[in-house]
């Protein structure tokens, strides 16, 4: 099989070798034999690694953050409802005047531990009431404080009613 014919001293590029280059996806010039094969020089190579090295460990830690965001979202949003029944519980039970109180509570697979405390509130003679509720997510601390008002006059009102 011939692909090229030599006139003086070029060869010139039959149509049987243009289109086995093509078939091969390699460029040929019509004027002479010169076939060239495309390929990543080293210095392109090594951008590219460089660039790799960069980009992959930006996206990984993106991707932690992004998960670490939803599970304690997730953690938070159960955390505020632990929070709020602790401090309706202690509301209708009337034992928020007992000084601190503390416990777990496990919603689900998650243990929550919360602690409540009281401390007089400035303005009226009321109670600060402040639930505060710890969790773990991917091994970090978290905690959610709710805070709500009680009159301590309506404790000793019906206590002093029950005796």
Known sequence: MKFGTQK???????????????????SCHMSRVTC??????????????????????????ALHLASLAGVV???????????????NESIVTTNWNTGT???????????????LTSQNWPVDAMELLTAEVKYSAQGRDFSVKLSTLANSQTLTTTMGSQQ
């Open 73 to 87: 979202a997730a953690r938070k949003g159960a955390a505020a409802r632990v929070a709020d029944r602790i401090l």
């Open 8 to 26: 003086s001293d070029k060869w010139q590029v039959t149509s049987d070798m243009k289109t086995l280059a093509v078939q091969r996806g390699i």
């Open 101 to 115: 109180q503390n416990g777990t509570v496990t919603e689900g697979a998650q243990e929550f531990r919360w602690t």
């Open 36 to 61: 060239h094969v495309a390929a990543f020089t080293l210095a392109e190579v090594l951008a590219a690694l460089l660039f790799l090295a960069i980009v992959i460990p930006a996206a990984v830690e």
